[in-house]
């Protein structure tokens, strides 16, 4: 069985290894092949902040918050292991921030030790006037060795014709393989900044801004990203200077303590944006054959936060559509 | 009006902030700080300087709280402030784990720190030996900073600093009119006061940057604090040890304790190990005396033995430290103002 996977960011290789994980000895032979044009460092996924957070209401998408909340399971458990260094994930808590009174967010199960701001936490920040403090993940692309190890499992250079399955994981570049109207890029800006003296994410909201429109500061490793933006339609991977002031003077006036931070770097990306995620089969109807496709795509801000959840249900898709060509262990008694 | 002569004796952060203290809200008090040991090779250099308090046996609980306070309100507003990296305070959320449920669910501190709660059930997994734990926001002071922003702060206000080893008191007494007495450790030969005792403590300085949350056991002998640019852990607690030097055999046990808490701390680079001796006492010592020194009672202040907790309570004790100057100057005037 060959499978193609297209997407070297957090999607495409986290979906790569669901199916190798559950497929390696029960389809043999079993050759995945990751295929992209930019890998890690360049990725979407390299850009994030790399704070597993949802967008605060799921309108609904249970699907989506359940996929959420595996994610946050499997990363939380890997942590009593010392590979969790290795794979980049550790624990930070902060403070989500709104100008007004909300109802509680979608993952406030799913993280730890969800609460309320009290009085004097939300003294510390003038202009917000309600909010919440968790504990939450970080999934930080700090190692490329964590990337890297599927890599060199799996990544095969060659652009090989006659694949089995494809995996569509091709993110905001989906519509160039396969038109897509509800596919937009959700463009962000951030300023990575030295700041090691904060411990603390902070995440500030406001309705009518829209998502990561307000200022967020997220510490990283060594790092702390400093946001944001989220401009849909913009296409520009160029950083601008006009963001790049806005950001900077949101973010020192919600953290005093920046304005001794020294400024590392800017950096664009394109969070591929869709009214909802993508994951689906579909069988196209092209030339001899029909090929197998399995869409995972249109993650918006959320790809790190959701990602394990869509790769196990990609690979509950892969295994039906090896069920259906007898490829199954079933077909060998 | 004459100017009246206050020495401070110790350069720790008790030395420290008492003497900004007197010299910033007492202008007739011309203040100079004397010590042997100037950061960063005084005790508080050592200290983690998490924020955190415990009872002491023989002070009254509000007087406590109030210095608990204090220091809590005073650390805060810094830490929100542009000053903060440079005074080196952060804020730090984290947990305090017990092996049994304790008697006192809601400590004296509990409303002093922020956002006090019990930890939930599914935290609590990740210490499958420990029944319980307090999850909080507190602050950490990083000494090794702190101190040098206290002493610009100090000469700011009119301070003088003076790098010297006091033997006795006595040979204070021509140049100063009162003394305030900050040398922790010291103290137990300066004024020979045998309810000090040092504690020995070890530490090392992890590289481990991805650990954003402080974690204490609360036998005080097992922690990590995460700090600006490493992670203290620790530690120990001997009595009467008065051996700076690395004990390897304390890195080894101490490792192991902390990675049984934080596994990833197995992955962490050793930066460097400190050792440090705490000015143990009963309860700290902070009251005025009159000592007779050659021909004259002379005024002293007492602020030492804060065992591991000066820097808790250092801000709070050097009010009341500076109370008790207000209180020697009062009596002075039938003395000193000719």
């Known amino acids: ?333 | 009006m004459k100017t009246v002569r206050v020495a401070v004796v110790g350069a720790g952060v008790i030395g420290f902030s008492t003497a900004v203290r007197i010299a910033e809200a007492l202008p007739i008090c011309s203040v100079t700080l004397l010590a042997e040991k100037f950061s960063p090779d005084t005790t508080s250099d050592v200290a983690a300087g998490i924020v955190l308090a415990q009872e002491f046996p023989d002070i009254p609980l509000e007087r406590q709280r109030r210095w608990f306070k204090d220091g809590f309100d005073h650390f805060f507003a810094i830490a929100h402030s542009e000053d903060a990296p440079e005074a080196g305070i952060m804020m730090c959320s984290g947990c305090q784990i017990f092996r049994e449920a304790p008697a006192n669910m809601k400590p004296y501190w509990s409303d002093i720190v922020i956002g006090y709660r019990p930890m939930t059930d599914r935290e609590l997994k990740r210490f499958p030996n420990h029944k319980f734990g307090q999850a909080f926001t507190t602050l950490k002071c990083e000494c090794s900073s702190y101190l040098p922003w206290l002493e610009k702060r100090f000469r700011k206000a009119g301070g003088r600093v003076e790098q010297r080893r006091v033997n006795s008191l006595q040979e204070l007494s021509n140049d100063f009119d009162i003394i305030v007495n900050c040398t922790g450790l010291g103290s137990k030969t300066l004024v020979g006061d045998d309810q000090v005792q040092p504690i020995r403590g070890q530490v090392l300085k992890m590289d481990a940057p991805w650990l954003k949350h402080f974690i204490r056991d609360v036998d005080g002998m097992t922690y990590i604090y995460p700090g600006i640019h490493s992670v203290t852990i620790g530690g120990t607690r001997q009595v009467e040890d008065m051996r700076l030097h690395v004990d390897e055999g304390d890195s080894r046990s101490i490792l192991e304790r902390c990675s049984r808490l934080e596994p990833s701390l197995r992955k962490a680079k050793v930066l460097y190990q400190s050792v440090g001796l705490r000015p143990g006492r009963r309860s700290p010592r902070v009251e005025r005396e009159l000592v007779q020194m050659g021909g004259r009672q002379v005024p002293v202040v007492h602020n030492y033995g804060h065992g591991g907790w000066g820097v808790s309570f250092s801000w709070g004790t050097s009010m009341d430290a500076l109370e008790l100057v207000r209180q020697c100057l009062q009596e002075i005037p039938l003395q000193a103002k000719l």
Not at chain 1, 162 to 173: F, H, K, P, Q, T
Request: net charge neutral; charged share 20%.
């Open chain 1, 1 to 333: 069985m060959r499978v193609a996977v297209i997407g070297a960011g957090v999607i495409g290789l986290s979906t790569a290894q669901s199916i190798y994980e559950q497929f390696h000895s029960t389809v043999s032979p079993l050759t995945i092949e990751v295929y992209a044009d930019q890998f890690t460092p360049l990725t979407t996924s390299d850009g994030a902040a790399g704070f597993w957070q949802p967008y605060l209401y799921d309108k609904g998408n249970v699907r989506e918050t359940k996929w959420n909340k595996e994610t946050f399971d499997y990363l939380l458990s890997s942590l009593s292991s010392p590979e969790c260094v290795k794979m980049g994930v550790f624990l930070q808590s902060g403070y989500n921030l709104c100008t007004e009174p909300a109802p509680d967010p979608s993952f406030k199960d799913a993280v730890l030790g969800f609460r309320q701001l009290t009085e004097r936490e939300l003294q510390m920040f003038p202009g917000y006037c309600f909010g919440w403090f968790n504990t939450a993940l970080m999934v930080e692309v700090i190692h490329p060795q964590g990337l890297l190890m599927l890599h060199q499992l799996l990544f095969n250079q060659n652009l090989k014709t006659g694949a089995d399955v494809i995996i569509n994981c091709s993110g905001l570049r989906s519509g160039e393989l396969q038109p897509d109207p509800d596919l937009k890029p959700g463009r962000g800006q951030i300023v990575k900044v030295d700041a090691p003296w904060l411990k603390h994410w902070i995440i500030t909201h406001d309705f009518k801004e829209g998502v990561y429109n307000t200022p967020y500061i997220i510490p990283g490793y060594r790092l702390v990203t400093v946001g944001g933006t989220f401009q849909v339609g913009n296409w520009s991977e160029q950083n601008n200077s006009t963001d790049h002031k806005k950001i900077w003077d949101a973010a020192c006036q919600l953290e005093p303590s920046l304005k001794h931070a020294r400024i590392v770097e800017d950096w664009s990306g394109l969070r591929p944006v869709r009214g909802k995620i993508r994951l689906e089969r579909e069988t196209i109807k092209s030339g001899a054959a029909p090929v197998e496709v399995i869409h995972n795509y249109g993650h918006g801000g959320y790809g790190l936060t959701i990602h394990r959840g869509c790769a196990q249900e990609a690979a509950r898709l892969f295994g039906q559509v090896v069920e259906q060509k007898g490829k199954g262990p079933k077909a060998r008694l």
